[in-house]
């Protein structure tokens, strides 16, 4: 399998409710595009304060500078493929920067591909 995963930050005019909210709105729009290609799409909000991070726990507060991690799960290298062949397109690639441009940090945006090893797990076992 191959992930993409996506760091983004938020524009420093937006805050963490709105930047959720609005890239929210922002993966239904993707999803339009990209739905056959995908078999898992993920976002994940980073949480910067919690009751465990304290200096009494010695947990600090993460230093994760992203405001969000996305996850884009497809079946094959050929799969991504398309799913670059598609963002590429004129009237995709339009739509998806001008809204993204709204509250975005478009400098901040990090992509990796990986290739994808699972662990199976059962009652008892991880097995690698």
Request: with cysteine; hydrophobic share 35%; glycine share 2%.
């Amino acid at each position: 399998m191959v992930k993409l995963i996506i760091l983004i930050k938020r524009r420093p005019d937006i805050t963490h409710a709105e930047f959720r909210d609005r890239y929210e709105r922002h993966a239904s729009l993707a999803l339009n595009y990209l739905k056959d290609v995908l078999i898992d799409y993920r976002r994940s909000y980073p949480v910067k304060e919690h009751p465990y991070m304290s200096a009494e726990t010695g947990i600090e507060p993460s230093q994760f500078e992203y405001d969000v991690v996305t996850e884009m799960r497809l079946r094959s290298k050929e799969d991504l493929n398309v799913l670059f062949s598609i963002l590429a397109e004129p009237k995709v690639k339009e739509v998806i920067r001008a809204d993204g441009e709204t509250f975005q940090d478009p400098t901040s945006i990090r992509i990796l591909v990986c290739e994808e090893e699972r662990s199976k797990l059962s009652d008892d076992t991880v097995t690698f």
